[in-house]
């Protein structure tokens, strides 16, 4: 739907896959649960935004991508107090 931000698109998918990926190992090492869950509803939201921005522009995209997004980095905030709480 965007040939020509191709390579920017790509190196943002490349940031957010090693952002889940190292929340995913962080949660493994003993993390709490709400950072790799923060991450991907992070990454699951921003499936929202490429949807309105450069597929189909619909009220549904922002219906389920801003609670999604708000509660990921409500769950990523938290998740400091849990470490150090």
Known sequence: ????????IAV???VIS???VV???AGGAGAPWMIPVGALMFA???????R????SEEFVNRLWGLPLYYA???LIAWSIMAVNG
């Not at 309105?52 to 597929?55: E, G, I, L, Q």
Request: charged letters at 15%.
């Open 44 to 50: 699951a939201s921003d499936v929202a935004v490429v």
């Open 18 to 20: 090693a952002m889940c």
């Open 1 to 8: 739907h965007a040939p020509e931000m191709r390579a920017p």
């Open 52 to 55: 309105n921005r450069f597929v």
């Open 23 to 25: 929340a995913i190992g």
């Open 72 to 74: 990921a980095q409500l």
């Open 12 to 14: 943002y998918m490349l």
